[in-house]
Nanobody
Framework: QVQVVESGGGSVQPGGSLRLSCAAS????????MGWYRQRPGSERELVAT???????NYADSVKGRFTISRDNAKNTLYLEMNSVKLEDTAVYYC??????????WGQGTQVTVSS
C-alpha cells in the first residue's frame, strides 16, 4: 500500500507563487499517471494538472501558463508549481498516483488560500 502526502499549501497573495509537493511512501516509477485535483468551496473536485508516462502533461484551461506539474522519480515526489495565483485558485489541492488499470492512491489534501 503506497501512501501519498501533500505539503506546501498555505496562504499567498494574488500574483504570488507557491509550490506544492506530493511525496509517495514508495517508488513512483510504477505510477503510470500522477496529478493534482482541487476542490474549491462549494464546488466539486476538478482536475488541475496530470502527467501520463514520462513526458505527457495536461492542464485545466484555468491554470494553463501559470501552473507547472513535474515529477521527480528519484525523490518519489510530484510537484505543482503555482505562479501568478488568483483568488479563484483557493482550494484544497489533492494529489493522486495510479498504476495502469488500477485505482488511484489519494492524499489527504493541502489547503491553498489566495487572499490580499
Amino acid at each position: 500500500q503506497v501512501q501519498v502526502v501533500e505539503s506546501g499549501g498555505g496562504s499567498v497573495q494574488p500574483g504570488g507563487s507557491l509550490r506544492l509537493s506530493c511525496a509517495a511512501s514508495g517508488s513512483i516509477l510504477s505510477f503510470y499517471t500522477m496529478g493534482w485535483y482541487r476542490q474549491r468551496p462549494g464546488s466539486e473536485r476538478e482536475l488541475v494538472a496530470t502527467t501520463i508516462g514520462e513526458h505527457w502533461t495536461n492542464y485545466a484551461d484555468s491554470v494553463k501558463g501559470r501552473f507547472t506539474i513535474s515529477r521527480d522519480n528519484a525523490k518519489n515526489t510530484l510537484y505543482l508549481e503555482m505562479n501568478s495565483v488568483k483568488l479563484e485558485d483557493t482550494a484544497v489541492y489533492y494529489c493522486y498516483g495510479a498504476r495502469m488499470g488500477a485505482q488511484p492512491y489519494w492524499g489527504q489534501g493541502t489547503q491553498v488560500t489566495v487572499s490580499s
